[in-house]
């Protein structure tokens, strides 16, 4: 005999001598979203062959959302003797149905239903069955030929006694959890799909509670939570809670030294700074950083090139510290912010000089975790401690031509001057020099007096 879903309220005919129950009407106000019903549900009952048929989509439960209608031929007749009603074409007894208590939407009191064995299921796809009165979600629901009714929840089973109606609801998905906070206690949270990340804040990441290992991500559908570990690896929660616990955020790091140790250095939000005063951080293959980000999703890297690498726990990045020195550059268009640092203060461009404010070429200058130094032309310093900047501007070089003879002012009779030769670039070193030799041929020069 094929089992049907039946929201049926059953009463006792008081036309026949044989009391068998029959089926009334179902309002389709209770009916799911998109369903239909067509023609009429008719009944029979002479004490002899009574039947039942159910034409052309009489409702029988929500088994899905969707325009559709159902259409049942099944016959049932009554037994004078057992006085219930038994399949005429099977010829088995129909089953008697357990009895819940379910909410539907817009009422406040709860709707008397008839479930049987292996259509306990009637929610709609999308939705998932809980208990009304604390939102337990159910995994399933067995109802046995007695009328009595178990409900199978995470890890436990509850049997409910023939004409008992536990009350439940069809409600949209969410996934429950446990969140275990810092003083000991778990509160529930029921997690909506779409907003999961919203458990912790920014700066917590997300951990199993039982062996703090971190939570790479996690996703709420209508068959149940899904986690995933930093390993890729799923973890899935379709019916019981996870146990979970929002943590501050740290972000590893290691920390290579000037001597060439490397140093385990622990991040937190807001406090990713790990170098001396005058240093900034910089990859140890010699990548410039902007700044360091640490929150819940990991340590985030800015480059100077404008990427950004995220690091996790298990793959942390090797950074050092570096000397660092802020100039404010005068352009044209204005003055534009640099950091400069040890080996690297020639920052102008190729037949430039790095000049003072007021024009005049620095001597010299040099980054050290002091600050700044410019050596003037007078043989002067100035020194700007970090992280103060210095004004500078780029320009060309200035050539003063000072002559000096570190050879013989003239050369012998039969001896030939060479050509002038310059040595040095002016515009890129600053100075230059001009020198030329004195030759004289073999067995030449002035005759002996």
Request: charged letters at 20%.
């Amino acid at each position: 005999m094929r089992e049907v879903l039946l929201f049926l309220a059953f009463v006792v005919s008081q036309a026949t001598t044989v009391q068998c129950p029959l089926p009334i009407e179902i309002s389709p106000s209770y009916f799911p979203s998109g369903w239909i019903r067509k023609g009429e549900m008719r009944q029979w009952n002479d004490a002899t062959g009574d039947w039942i048929e159910c034409q052309d989509g009489i409702f029988v439960g929500q088994l899905e959302a969707g325009p559709k209608t159902i259409a049942l031929t099944e016959k049932f007749q009554c037994d004078p003797q057992s006085k219930k009603l038994t399949c005429a074409i099977a010829g088995s007894e129909a089953p008697n149905g357990c009895k819940i208590q379910q909410y539907l939407p817009g009422d406040s009191n709860p709707t008397t239903i008839h479930i049987f064995g292996g259509l306990e299921a009637y929610c709609p796809s999308t939705q998932r069955l809980v208990f009304s009165d604390d939102d337990v979600v159910i995994d399933r629901v067995e109802c046995f030929e007695s009328g009595g009714l178990k409900v199978y929840i995470c890890n436990e089973a509850i049997w409910f006694s023939p004409g008992y109606g536990p009350h439940f609801k069809c409600a949209e998905p969410f996934c429950a959890i446990d969140n275990n906070l810092s003083n000991g206690t778990a509160v529930r949270v029921d997690l909506k799909p779409g907003a999961e990340k919203l458990l912790c804040t920014n700066t917590e990441r997300l951990q199993w509670h039982s062996d703090s290992s971190d939570v790479a991500s996690m996703e709420c559908s209508v068959s149940g939570l899904d986690i995933k570990d930093m390993a890729g690896k799923s973890w899935k929660y379709p019916i019981c809670k996870a146990s979970l616990q929002c943590v501050p955020a740290t972000c590893p790091i290691k920390n290579k030294l000037a001597n060439g140790t490397i140093d385990d250095v622990i991040l937190t939000p807001q406090k990713e700074r790990f170098c001396p005063h005058g240093q900034i951080a910089r990859f140890s293959y010699g990548a410039d950083l902007k700044f360091l980000e640490c929150n819940g999703a990991g340590l985030h890297a800015y480059l100077a090139d404008h990427s950004v690498v995220t690091y996790q726990k298990a793959n942390p990045p090797t950074l050092g510290c570096i000397a660092a020195c802020n100039i404010m550059d005068k352009q044209p268009k204005g003055l534009v912010g640099m950091t400069l640092n040890p080996g690297k203060e020639q920052y102008c461009p190729e037949g430039e000089i790095v000049q003072l404010e007021d024009g005049t070429p620095a001597k010299d200058i040099s980054c050290t975790t002091v600050g700044l130094t410019i050596v003037k032309q007078d043989g002067s310093s100035v020194t700007t401690p970090y992280p103060s900047p210095t004004l500078l501007q780029c320009g060309p070089g200035v050539c003063e031509r000072n002559r000096e003879c570190a050879g013989p002012r003239t050369c012998p009779t039969g001896g030939v001057w060479s050509e002038w030769a310059i040595s040095g670039t002016c515009s890129t070193t600053g100075s230059c020099g001009k020198t030329r030799t004195c030759s004289i041929p073999s067995g030449c020069g002035d005759p002996t007096m």
